[in-house]
């Protein structure tokens, strides 16, 4: 089985400060990873994905995150963020195989609150 | 490209009615799937299907549920005699046929609240 968790509930964050949001899995196959962006009233939109390669990911909206495999994390970042980047982010993950195949597994989501 | 559609966006009604809503995914994606997403939480996987071939079924979805998409195309989601506890978001996603690592799209999603 496959899980994911997103440490922190809320991140509460000013105007071009950098921010990073937090996401551990846990599976016992190899696995794409994925953040998607949640806006009011919206549907999920997703910002990057990694499935093999380079570690570091680049995705939309200047947003970019880091595979590290021996951590089981795949943690995101922005160096800069606007008052638009307010919304909840989902971490999920999907496998090329098994039980877990064609179904995307969700952390709880983080909600970033960015304040001017 | 016009995106995944649901229908309706907001759905009330009284415990033990019955409900449906539809997902029409982008043209030539092959998998839908539905989700179902309560207040705090992530989404949850409910079912998906490749084609018309209902493919796996999440233990969540109880005898009540019942999805079809008959012809490949759209998908419905039925719930037959509701519970307060089937208060959601339901979300439908559709993807190409590469497998667990093409994108899954997801449409605006139906929230139902049950009386």
Redesign the interface.
Known sequence: AQS?T?LDSQVPVFEEAPVELRCNYSSSVSV?L?W?VQYP??????LL?Y?SGSTLVKGINGFEAEFNKSQTSFHLRKPSVHISDTAEY?C?V????GTS?????????TILTVHP | DTG?SQNPRHKITKRGQNVTFRCDPISEHN?L?W?RQTL??????LT?F?NEAQ??KSRLLSDRFSAERPKGSFSTLEIQRTEQGDSAMY?C?SSPPA???D???????TRLTVL
């Open positions: 994911v997103q794409y994925f998607y009233n919206q549907g999920l939109q997703l994905k499935l989902f999920a999907n496998s090329p195989g195949y064609g179904k995307l597994t969700f952390g709880q989501g | 995944v998998r799937y989700y705090g939480q992530g989404p949850e996987f998906y490749q493919l796996e979300l996603a497998g667990g690592k994108t899954q799209y997801f449409g605006p999603g």
